[in-house]
Every structure is written in C-alpha cells, then in structure tokens.
C-alpha cells in the first residue's frame, strides 16, 4: 500500500448494532477522534450482524436513531453502508468498499471497544481486518485490558507485534497498527436500555433525548428483553 497524502488525516469507523445508540458509543467516537487526531468518525449500524442474536429493532429505525444522535455534530456522520447492502453484516466487506471509495493511501481506523476486540478471531476472514485498517480499542467496564498484555493465542496470534501505543503510527500507514487508548468509563450498554424500556422504566440520560423519543413513537423494545 502506498503511504497517505500528508492532508488526509485517519478517518474513523464505528461499527455497532446500535440497538439502540447510547451515550458510550457517542463518547467511544468522540474520545477517538479527538485523541487519535481522526478527521471525523463514521457510525455504521450493522445490517444483519453475524455475531450475534438478530437485533430488537429493524435495520432502519436503528439508522433513523444513529441519525438523530449524530446531528449537530459535523465530526460525526451516520454511513448507511451495511443497512443498504443485501446479506450479513461482515466488516471485512465493508472494510474493502471503504477502501476502495477513499483510495489506497487514506488511513482507515476501525474503533472497537475491548469486549468487540476480544471477539476478533471469531470474525468473518479475521486475518485480513489489519490489511485494510487500523484498529483502536478502548476500555469498557467489565472488559479488562490487562490482556493486551497476556493475551488469549488466537488473539495474540492474530496481533503479532502491531500494537503500539503511539497515535502517530495511525498517520505512518494507511492500515495494520493496533492502538489501545482511554476513554471515559461509561458502563452503559444497550441491552441494558432495551431492559429498562421493557420494564417501562425511564433509560433517560443514558442517551440522547432524541433517540428516547423516537423510542417512545415508535414503541420500540415494548415488551422485549
Ligand atoms: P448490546 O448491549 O446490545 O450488546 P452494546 O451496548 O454493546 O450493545 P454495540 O452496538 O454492540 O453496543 O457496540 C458497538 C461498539 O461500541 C462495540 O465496539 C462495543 O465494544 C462499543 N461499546 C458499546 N458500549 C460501550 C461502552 N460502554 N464502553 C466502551 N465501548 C462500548
């Protein structure tokens, strides 16, 4: 791959179920591209996600929600990407396409909490994410990172010598760094809001007011767990 041009600075890309977006995935984004100088971060709700059981609430109402919580912020976008595309929801796939629009120069960071990155191996054609991207990972209660250093072998394997604690090593290449950094502790979780809103209990200001309001019009998690 060819260095990137001096202007393009990293951009980031956060991919989630978002089911729904809380106030950690907006802190997640936020966090990373302020300390890992990104350009902006893209959040991509996942289509059908293949790692998990299928999400409580459809494709769009969890784009319309990505949406509302994104807006006014111009450092943070919503991309329709995977909800768009027809099949399951690999990020090695959109990983390609994303490379392919932004050419083979830019630097792609791919931002995961610690529980997602502890999952990497399980992921579709795993060995071929760091060729297409970075990868940063924060902290997230619950999900200790005392494992970076003692890592599960599949993991480690899949590692090798790529993490580095240096951001600049995001703007050195286009992919293959892995960052860990600190964010803000938020233990927060979405299955824990659809939990509340099930129970018919308030899971205001554990997201934006926006998106708890789309909740509440649409009746989304009613009776769900
Ligand atoms: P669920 O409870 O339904 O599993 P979730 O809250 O974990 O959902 P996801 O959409 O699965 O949210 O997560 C998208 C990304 O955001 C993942 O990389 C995940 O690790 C990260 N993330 C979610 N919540 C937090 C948090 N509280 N702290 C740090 N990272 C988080």
Known sequence: MTAPSPDARPLGLLGGTFDPIHFAHLRLAEEA??????????????????????????????????????????????????????????????????????????????????????????????????????????????????????????????CGDRVTHEPAALRASPAGAIVPFDMTPLSISATHIRNLVAHGRSARYLLPDSVVDYIGRHCLYRGTR
């Open 33 to 158: 591209r302020e300390s890992l100088g990104l350009a902006e971060v893209a959040l991509i709700p996942a289509g059908t996600p293949p790692h998990r059981e299928a999400p409580g609430s459809s494709a769009e109402h969890r784009l319309a929600m990505v949406e509302l919580a994104v807006a006014g912020n111009a450092l943070l976008r919503c991309e329709d990407l995977e909800v768009r595309a027809a099949g399951r929801s690999y990020t090695v796939l959109t990983l390609e396409r994303l490379r392919q629009r932004e050419g083979p120069g830019r630097a792609l960071v791919l931002i995961l909490g610690a529980d997602a990155f502890a999952g990497l191996p399980r992921w579709h054609r795993c060995d071929e994410l760091l060729g297409l991207a970075h990868i940063a990972v924060a902290n997230r209660p619950g999900h200790d990172r005392r494992w970076l250093q003692a890592m599960p072998s599949q993991l480690a394997h899949l």
